[in-house]
């Protein structure tokens, strides 16, 4: 069993030495003559919990930059689904790990994916050391979506990881998975234990196609199919009204705002005080770097927390609010026994440096780290009791 101490690191407001042993936070006052076969030095730094990243599509960084400044249906249709077409089993490979790279370096320790080709996926993590959520995708006609292919890639798999990946059924939204197979993904995934992930109710126009094909709007048309409840992991949520708000509260729906994509794509503003009223469960997510257009969650805690406040009230969604979203909330969210920093709990973690220019003077750590930091304050990441990224 391995271990890490971090001597003299800042937690809590207090200078601490930080023990680590196997996957575990053991001790959060070490003795300084405590011993581990790893020693950091944590002078200047802070430890902060990682980072939870509850919706993406991590290989989409191979069209970080590709088609931007077009609305999501102009965007996917002459845009991402045309060049998707053309990319190789090889080039998704690179864009895993070129997404996982990005992620570890600006702190995330977790993100839950929809894209495809699962065994490139499970590479790229088990490679990164980072936590994941994989999907199996449907996406009616799509040249990479193929769900049998996906379930007989997992019929076989045997964790590499010591239980950092999990899976879950991701029909792509409404509009591009026909009702009937929308319908067998949720009852397989509640077969199989696994969480169902899904886009709803994005834009303006997804809202009215459903009105006109169901006569209800998307939440009340999945409600009507019983796919909405506690294993659902619904991103965006822009298009919401204060009814459907309390039924994704009522049915304990994970929800994931992704502010930068939805600003991008000119989809909307999310419904930052009809969620809080109606109590709803709610995380955060970068979406793809072809829409956000990077992987860095600690940015998109910035962009929600000023877009709660655009409409006139500063007091909307503080600092510490959308930090525990990003780390608390979305490590609950996954059934992941970590998010915050306590003995006992998995060690995922970042080092702040607290020596950099963004990070000074340093009146509250949070505030600094959600509104003034960026990635180059970011020392070091922990996940699941390793050292897995450590700034030369
Ligand atoms: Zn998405």
């Known amino acids: 069993m391995g271990s890490i101490l971090i001597k003299n690191i800042q937690l809590d407001g207090q200078k601490r030495n930080v023990l680590i042993e196997g996957k575990r936070f053991r001790s959060l006052s070490a003795a300084d003559g405590a011993v581990a076969e790893t020693i950091v030095d944590g002078s200047g730094k802070a430890l ?10 991590s290989a989409m960084t191979l069209m970080r930059g590709y088609g931007d400044d077009t609305p999501l249906e102009m965007w996917l249709n002459q845009y991402i689904w045309p060049f998707e077409s053309h990319l190789t089993q090889n080039d998704i490979q690179k864009g895993y790990d070129l997404a996982t790279r990005e992620m570890t370096q600006t702190g995330t320790v977790f993100f839950n994916d929809m894209y495809f080709h699962i065994e490139d996926a499970v590479k790229a993590v088990e490679e ?12 009616n006609g799509h040249p990479h979506a193929n769900i049998e292919a996906e379930l007989d890639f997992l019929k076989q798999w ?26 067998w993904m949720t009852r397989f995934a509640r077969e199989h234990g696994m969480k169902i992930h899904i886009h709803l109710s994005e834009t303006r126009t997804e809202v009215e196609d459903c009105l006109k094909a169901h006569g209800m709007r998307p939440i009340a048309y999945l409600d009507s199919l019983g796919v909405l409840g ?19 509260a009522e049915r304990q729906v994970t929800i994931v705002h992704c502010p930068c994509s ?19 469960r709610i995380t955060l997510g970068t979406d793809g770097a072809s829409s956000s257009n990077n992987l860095d969650l600690r940015e998109a805690m910035k962009f929600a927390a000023m877009l709660a406040k655009v409409g006139g009230n500063p007091q909307l969604l503080p600092a510490k609010q959308v930090f525990d979203w990003a780390t608390r909330c ?4 996954f059934g992941i026994d970590a998010g915050i920093i306590a003995e006992g ?5 970042i080092l702040v440096d607290l020596e950099n220019v963004k990070m000074q003077p340093c009146h509250n750590l949070i505030s600094n780290f959600v ?22």
């Open 128 to 139: 990164s050391g980072l936590r994941a959520c994989l999907s199996v995708v449907a996406l």
């Open 345 to 349: 709990k998995l060690a995922d973690g």
């Open 230 to 248: 506690p294993d659902v992991i619904a991103a965006h949520c822009v298009h919401v009204t204060q009814e459907e708000a309390d039924v994704l």
């Open 371 to 392: 509104y003034s930091a960026d990635s180059s304050c970011i020392a070091g990441v922990l996940c699941d009791g390793k050292l897995i990224y450590q700034k030369s």
């Open 262 to 280: 939805n600003m991008k794509l000119g989809s909307g503003i999310f419904s930052y005080e009809r969620m809080i009223q109606a109590g709803c």
């Open 48 to 57: 902060l919990p990682g980072l939870y990243n509850a919706h993406t599509h």
């Open 330 to 333: 979305g490590a609950e969210a």
């Open 158 to 183: 045997r964790d590499p990881t010591g239980g950092r990946i999990s899976f879950a059924m991701a029909p792509h939204a409404i509009y591009t998975v026909p009702e009937e197979k929308l319908l």
